[in-house]
């Protein structure tokens, strides 16, 4: 028997809820018992996309709403410009690639955030971009971008800005509407603590009008049937029934608790973590940028990076995250999002400790215990 402790960007834990509405009995979904379910998701996913404009549940992973984004915004030969500062940046210029627009792409050293100057630079060179595809939290890195800055620079320009916030949304802030972010994406299994298999997308009217002309080949994915169905609370094909049924529940949380408390406690958790990292003589891979949503930690000399998450894991229960394609053995990522507390917080970094000393590695037994209490302490 072993319990089991996830502090992975995704999937995160589930809380109680989640887990006793998934096991309820399946209703049909052209009902008005699910009617009345979908009308209450898509009215708290508004709240926390903090948007008036329409909010669609898809059922696929979170790359199928970065995929609805791409092939309902724009046609073969458009232009895009795309921001590549980690693996997940890189997926939205793989997407425009794989409809054949061209992406001008801003490489960004991964541990880094893009300068919003270098997006306006890029804009005025090529008045022919029609859409800005960003990320909120790379979660490859662990750093976040400053939308709000990249929102008004885009708000000028006839190009839609596109924010994958799939990892950020729900943890940290992203006003879809003040800041200017005409298609919002994100996934069940980060901040909103739920399993994968939703994906949420909003669209503002600036991106319908974008919509309205573009080319690109889509049938699963194509907005304009969704949009036509949730006219009458409806889907076009049958939804994850079980998953939106538990995203109703996750919602009400959300709200009761108030998007301003959730930010609050993500930093809080944040700021443990990487004092608890510190602490313990470890450097942070990204120390200027690094987010509210996941730590990336380098992986001292002379430690096997993945060893270190495997004895985690295997030994312990523990889950962190290793790192991703160039990341790979150098970074571990330490998830503070979603259904994670405190004493999870605090659990994670003991066994971190543990393990590191067992592999090796020279400090002060509990003091990256020490430094974490010590900021929830003072929260
Ligand atoms: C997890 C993640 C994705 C991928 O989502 P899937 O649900 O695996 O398709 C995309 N972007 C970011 C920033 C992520 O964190």
Same mark, same amino acid.
């Given at each position: 028997?072993?319990?089991?402790?996830?502090?992975?960007?995704?999937?995160?834990?589930?809380?109680?809820?989640?887990?006793?509405?998934?096991?309820?009995?399946?209703?049909?979904?052209?009902?008005?018992?699910?009617?009345?379910?979908?009308?209450?998701?898509?009215?708290?996913?508004?709240?926390?996309?903090?948007?008036?404009?329409?909010?669609?549940?898809?059922?696929?992973?979170?790359?199928?709403?970065?995929?609805?984004?791409?092939?309902?915004?724009?046609?073969?030969?458009?232009?895009?410009?795309?921001?590549?500062?980690?693996?997940?940046?890189?997926?939205?210029?793989?997407?425009?690639?794989?409809?054949?627009?061209?992406?001008?792409?801003?490489?960004?050293?991964?541990?880094?955030?893009?300068?919003?100057?270098?997006?306006?630079?890029?804009?005025?060179?090529?008045?022919?971009?029609?859409?800005?595809?960003?990320?909120?939290?790379?979660?490859?890195?662990?750093?976040?971008?400053?939308?709000? +800055?990249?929102?008004?620079?885009?708000?000028?320009?006839?190009?839609?800005?596109?924010?994958?916030?799939?990892?950020?949304?729900?943890?940290?802030?992203?006003?879809?509407?003040?800041?200017?972010?005409?298609?919002?994406?994100?996934?069940?299994?980060?901040?909103?603590?739920?399993?994968?298999?939703?994906?949420?997308?909003?669209?503002?009217?600036?991106?319908?009008?974008?919509?309205?002309?573009?080319?690109?080949?889509?049938?699963?994915?194509?907005?304009?049937? +969704?949009?036509?169905?949730?006219?009458?609370?409806?889907?076009?094909?049958?939804?994850?029934?079980?998953?939106?049924?538990?995203?109703?529940?996750?919602?009400?949380?959300?709200?009761?608790?108030?998007?301003?408390?959730?930010?609050?406690?993500?930093?809080?958790?944040?700021?443990?973590?990487?004092?608890?990292?510190?602490?313990?003589?470890?450097?942070?891979?990204?120390?200027?940028?690094?987010?509210?949503?996941?730590?990336?930690?380098?992986?001292?000399?002379?430690?096997?990076?993945?060893?270190?998450?495997?004895?985690?894991?295997?030994?312990?229960?523990?889950?962190?995250?290793?790192?991703?394609?160039?990341?790979?053995?150098?970074?571990?990522?330490?998830?503070?999002?979603?259904?994670?507390?405190?004493?999870?917080?605090?659990?994670?970094?003991?066994?971190?400790?543990?393990?590191?000393?067992?592999?090796?590695?020279?400090?002060?037994?509990?003091?990256?215990?020490?430094?974490?209490?010590?900021?929830?302490?003072?929260?």
């Amino acid at each position: 028997m072993r319990k089991n402790y996830l502090l992975t960007p995704g999937p995160t834990p589930l809380p109680p809820e989640v887990c006793q509405a998934l096991g309820r009995p399946i209703i049909h979904h052209r009902t008005p018992q699910f009617q009345a379910i979908l009308k209450e998701a898509t009215e708290g996913l508004k709240y926390v996309f903090q948007t008036e404009s329409d909010v669609f549940i898809l059922t696929s992973s979170g790359t199928g709403a970065m995929e609805a984004a791409v092939v309902n915004l724009l046609s073969a030969k458009d232009a895009a410009l795309t921001v590549e500062s980690g693996k997940f940046g890189e997926r939205w210029t793989e997407l425009c690639n794989g409809y054949g627009i061209l992406a001008d792409v801003i490489k960004v050293e991964w541990g880094k955030a893009v300068e919003p100057a270098e997006i306006e630079k890029r804009l005025k060179a090529n008045p022919n971009i029609k859409a800005v595809f960003t990320t909120l939290c790379e979660t490859s890195t662990g750093v976040a971008t400053d939308i709000e +800055a990249i929102g008004k620079i885009v708000a000028k320009y006839n190009a839609v800005l596109v924010v994958d916030a799939i990892s950020g949304l729900g943890a940290i802030d992203l006003k879809t509407d003040a800041w200017g972010v005409d298609v919002c994406v994100s996934g069940s299994q980060k901040g909103f603590m739920l399993p994968p298999g939703l994906a949420f997308i909003s669209v503002s009217k600036k991106a319908w009008d974008m919509i309205a002309v573009s080319k690109s080949p889509r049938y699963y994915f194509d907005l304009t049937v +969704a949009r036509k169905a949730i006219q009458k609370t409806d889907t076009p094909f049958t939804p994850a029934i079980s998953l939106v049924i538990a995203l109703v529940e996750v919602l009400r949380m959300m709200k009761q608790d108030g998007l301003e408390n959730i930010f609050k406690r993500h930093h809080t958790m944040a700021s443990a973590t990487k004092a608890a990292m510190k602490a313990l003589g470890l450097e942070l891979f990204a120390p200027t940028a690094s987010s509210d949503v996941v730590t990336a930690v380098k992986v001292p000399a002379g430690i096997d990076g993945e060893k270190l998450v495997k004895t985690m894991r295997d030994a312990y229960g523990v889950t962190i995250a290793g790192g991703q394609a160039e990341l790979k053995g150098k970074v571990f990522r330490f998830a503070h999002m979603g259904f994670i507390e405190e004493f999870d917080i605090i659990a994670g970094i003991a066994c971190l400790e543990k393990v590191l000393k067992e592999l090796g590695y020279s400090f002060e037994l509990g003091a990256g215990v020490k430094a974490a209490e010590e900021v929830f302490l003072k929260k």
